[in-house]
């Protein structure tokens, strides 16, 4: 895709065929600080912010074997550059070379809550459950990657009650720790409570199956759709059900519920029966199976559904399902709170002031100026304005064009940054920015002159001529 200058007018909606349409939405997230404090966010301040590494943990409910207990399953997900890899010799299994290791440890406690309120003081004994294994890596960019990442499980028998789990996990001098004060394992009678399984699936799904979970905690991957199993212990015949989702905001103090962004009715015809489900490990991700049982009254019922993630913002919702009473009322039997989640955000968009800085690349003096004139929410419209009108599937939450131009930024900053200058704002990188990635490149050495680099495009060519000998190249033609 080339991205030159773009004037005002809607011109351009081709997108490079190496994006896949659809695959995310974007809605651009601003950091929460004052306008004259933005004004000094740098693209570099941006990049040298701590991301905190995400380690996600979800608790799951699954019938056991035997009818008087259930089992709780725990899945967990850890980023590489949250662990703390060493290098090893190098050693060769199969395809695989491993340069890299880690070697962490992820423990369980789990305690049943009790209602008289004088034992609380002193919890019972703790169920203690660990999990620890070496994690191989064959580069040093795998080892410091948000979007690599080892997937596992850890699964326990328990009775019916509440419970309160605490996680911790521990990468050498790294420990993340977290805790669930309250969750229910349900007996096979309970009709008031059913549980989600966010499947990170799109296909239709025909039983019996195997399904990846979405297991990222309380988030999915947002601007893409997936698909939602819901388990009912024991349905209750002479109800109906329905689920609603709704967008929220989130602040310290308070979740306040902004507007509805589905509703679905749940189709009888369509409840499964005669299965019963699990929570394995397989292709080294946790998978929900679904597979035949001849007692439909120890396995309960499913359903599945859609959910069309791609159409909503990026942003936190409520999913909550409603059992309708026979006699009119209605009751909450399972709501649950999650966010759609980017894990690898274009680092500009993380500001907008940074955001419309780095068009100056794209559009012309006049158009950008008009673009940072005004307060934020004139900037935020005009930008969003922007990027609306070139949008190549406005069909979808996600601007490919868009996240494409600021992707390039990325890698112009971490490909042609030197001591004299960011990336960006290379010679290089303006290209790149402009042009994308060309079709070949090809570097030369002639006798007695510096290096030179030409970047072949299908009706172009630059040619780069090396200045310093510290990978800054400055473009001398275009052919």
């Not at 969750?183 to 309970?190: E, H, K, L, V, W």
């Amino acid at each position: 895709m080339k991205i030159t200058s773009i004037p005002s007018s809607n011109r351009s909606r081709t997108v490079s065929q190496r994006i896949t349409a659809g695959i995310f939405f974007i809605t651009i997230l601003i950091i929460p600080l004052s306008d004259v404090l933005a004004q000094r966010i740098t693209y570099e301040y941006l990049r040298t912010r701590d991301r905190q590494p995400n380690v996600f943990f979800e608790h799951h409910v699954v019938p056991g074997a035997d009818t008087t207990e259930m089992n709780l399953v725990t899945t967990f997900r850890l980023e590489n550059n949250f662990l703390s890899f060493r290098r090893m010799r190098e050693d060769q299994q199969g395809d695989q070379v491993r340069r890299f290791y880690a070697e962490p440890t992820v423990r369980l406690d789990i305690r049943k809550r009790t209602d008289n309120a004088a034992d609380r003081s002193e919890p019972g004994p703790a169920i203690t459950r660990t999990w620890s294994e070496t994690i191989y890596a064959e580069t040093y960019e795998q080892t410091q990657s948000a979007t690599s990442f080892h997937q596992n499980l850890i699964s326990e028998s328990l009775q019916p009650g509440r419970y309160r789990i605490e996680s911790s996990t521990r990468a050498d001098s790294r420990t993340r720790r977290g805790m669930a004060p309250s969750f229910r394992i349900p007996d096979s009678y309970d009709s008031d409570l059913a549980f989600f399984y966010f499947l990170d699936e799109q296909s239709d799904l025909q039983p019996p199956f195997s399904a990846p979970l979405m297991n990222m905690g309380r988030n999915v991957y947002f601007g893409r759709d997936h698909k939602l199993a819901v388990w009912f212990p024991n349905l209750q015949e002479d109800a109906e059900y329905s689920l609603d989702i709704y967008k929220v905001r989130i602040s310290r103090n308070d979740t306040t519920v902004q507007n509805n962004v589905f509703e679905y009715d749940f189709d009888p015809d369509h409840m499964l029966t005669g299965y019963v489900h699990d929570i394995i490990m397989e292709d080294e991700r946790p998978r929900l199976i679904l597979k035949e049982f001849d007692n439909e009254q120890l396995t309960g019922n499913f359903y599945l559904l859609q959910i069309p993630n791609s159409t909503f913002e990026n942003a936190h919702y409520r999913i909550r399902l409603v059992k309708n009473l026979p006699d009119g009322n209605t009751k909450t039997i399972t709501k649950r709170t999650y966010q759609s989640l980017w894990l690898d955000m274009p680092v500009s968009l993380l500001n907008l002031d940074v955001a419309i800085e780095m068009m100056r690349y794209i559009v012309d003096d006049d158009t950008h100026r008009e673009l940072r004139r005004g307060n934020r929410q004139q900037r935020e419209e005009r930008f969003r304005r922007f990027w609306s009108e070139r949008d190549p599937s406005p069909e979808n939450e996600y601007n490919e064009l868009m996240v494409e131009f600021y992707r390039r930024i990325d890698y112009a900053y971490d490909n042609f940054t030197t001591p004299q200058k960011p990336g960006y704002e290379s010679d290089q990188g303006k290209i790149y920015v402009r042009h994308g990635e060309p079709d070949s490149r090809e570097r030369t050495f002639p006798p007695n002159q510096p290096a030179r680099e030409v970047w072949h495009y299908s009706d172009r060519s630059f040619v780069f001529e090396a200045t310093t000998g510290f990978g800054d190249f400055r473009l001398i033609d275009r052919r």
